[in-house]
């Protein structure tokens, strides 16, 4: 089993992550222009994310249990949920009407963007007491994935400001945990060499 290149792509991914979200909140804060291009790419943050948070879940899949198996099907499922919300959001409706527009977001649609703010918080707390329980991945970038990626997920709940830091948190979490995984690959794969002879 060749585990370096993939480590290697989940960590490159989450860069890519990082970096996005950044640009997001840069918008949204109104230190670089909205444009095309910058809504754009706007969703893709999420889509990277997913490749970074299956490695990060295969790294401590054996020492979190059934409680990360858990984490991380309800965080995936939320981000995955995440990803259809925003590019609805930037894809779809902007060539909509303003009144379909609340007209979709005051019924059905608005339920389902709620119900998956709230997955995506569920699944973000279960992923991160798993992950604190397993003691794999560093702490702090652990800490930091929860506490920003909450008003995140929450973002309709939550003043502008929070939901903003929110993002550059959940940037640097992302970041730091994706510089693990990129360091440990070599390490993971002398280790799963090393078990394939034993």
């Known amino acids: 089993m060749r585990s370096t290149p993939l480590y290697r792509l989940a960590a490159a ?3 890519a992550c990082a970096a996005i979200l950044l640009v997001n909140a840069a918008r949204r804060g109104g230190l670089i222009p909205e444009n095309a291009l ?3 790419i706007a969703p893709w943050s999420i889509l990277f994310g997913l490749f970074t ?15 990360g198996a858990a984490g991380y099907a309800l965080n995936f499922a939320g981000l995955a949920a995440a990803f259809a919300v925003e590019y609805t959001l930037h894809f ?4 909509l009407p303003g009144a379909q527009i609340t007209a979709l977001t005051g019924g059905g649609t608005g339920k389902a ?3 998956s703010s ?6 973000v707390l279960a992923f991160a007491g798993a992950s604190w329980r397993a003691r794999v991945l560093p702490l702090p970038p652990v800490i930091l994935y929860a506490l920003g990626l909450l008003p995140v997920a929450l973002r309709t709940l939550v003043p502008l400001p929070v939901y903003l830091t929110g993002l550059v948190v959940t940037a640097a979490a992302v970041a730091w945990l994706s510089i693990t995984l990129w360091r440990e690959a070599p390490i993971l794969q002398a280790e799963f060499a090393a078990a394939g002879r034993a």
């Not at 948070?53 to 409680?67: A, C």
């Open 13 to 15: 991914a989450g860069i």
């Open 118 to 123: 709230l997955l995506l918080a569920v699944g």
């Open 92 to 95: 779809v409706f902007p060539y």
């Open 113 to 115: 963007f709620l119900a």
């Open 53 to 67: 948070f299956t490695g990060l879940y295969l790294r401590q899949r054996t020492e979190s249990g059934p409680l």
């Open 38 to 40: 910058t809504h754009a």
